[in-house]
């Protein structure tokens, strides 16, 4: 019998990267899952994948229509769930000089006003005793000047998962959140062009303490501890970042 038999979760932005190693890992467990994913080749990849063990909806974290509909799916699907992962999310390097109104935006409305609203519409069907995970950032504290506003949107984002933590403790749901540095993923977490991402990854294991990128399960061992395993702890941010955070505060 897996270790997490019986459970049912939900992770947004399940068909990729960090996400997708949540998804494995709870699959590995024999939980059921139903995950998300806003580009249709990923998801498409995912249900290849993966097959009948999930549920794989297109979702848009940016769209309160998909965001209300996906709702009603976990009800019809699962109707309660013991754990929900709010991993999707949208980073884009860019320096002061060179932020946008239009990737300012983006970058608030799926990282930050999109994962508030899934909490929002998803948090009553979180059984009590439950847990929430969100995926913040290394970089949602200190100063990342390429990543200005990015930052912002994952500390405003650990802001909400505090103050989430204090308000659902009447129904004993855990609020918390994982916090990765340099993570070995597809995309690198952002989105840039090819040369971006060879020189982020080199900078990466310049300055991380490990001298080294994590690993997409490195943070997804993390994010099942604290939804399954941390049964008295909440409102805590788990780095998992090789030491950088500690490094730069």
């Known amino acids: 019998m897996g270790r997490y038999e019986g459970k049912r979760a939900v992770v947004t932005g399940g068909t990729h990267g960090m996400g997708l190693a949540m998804v494995r890992a709870l699959l590995d ?5 139903l995950l998300t994913g806003r580009d249709e080749r990923n998801t498409e990849a995912a249900r290849t994948e993966l097959g009948s063990r999930v549920r794989v909806v297109r979702s848009d974290a940016a769209s ?6 996906l709702g009603r799916l976990v009800e019809e699907e699962f109707g309660a769930v013991d754990a929900l992962f709010v991993n999707h ?10 932020v946008t109104e239009a990737t300012y935006d983006r970058q608030f409305t799926v990282n930050t006003k999109g994962a508030f609203f899934t909490v929002q519409r998803l948090a009553p069907l979180v059984r009590d005793g439950g847990s929430i995970v969100f995926t913040s950032s290394a970089s949602d ?7 200005i506003v990015y930052s912002a949107t994952k500390a405003a984002l650990w802001s909400f998962a505090q103050s989430l933590a204090a308000g659902l403790l009447p129904r004993r749901i855990r609020v918390n959140a994982v916090a990765p540095g340099f993570i070995d993923t597809p995309s690198m977490g952002i989105d840039a062009p090819g040369e971006g991402k060879e020189e982020l990854r080199r900078l990466g294991d310049e300055i991380t303490p490990m001298r080294r990128h994590g690993s997409m399960e490195e943070v997804a061992a993390a994010a099942m501890f604290l939804a399954f395993d941390a ?3 909440t409102a805590v941010k788990l780095p998992v970042d090789g030491g950088l955070a500690q490094r730069i505060s």
């Open 29 to 33: 467990g024999g939980a059921e899952v």
């Open 89 to 98: 999310g949208y980073a884009k390097l860019e320096p002061l000089a060179q």
């Open 141 to 147: 504290s200190g100063g990342f000047p390429d990543m």
């Open 64 to 69: 309160m229509a998909d965001v209300d509909a």
């Open 231 to 233: 049964t008295f702890t």
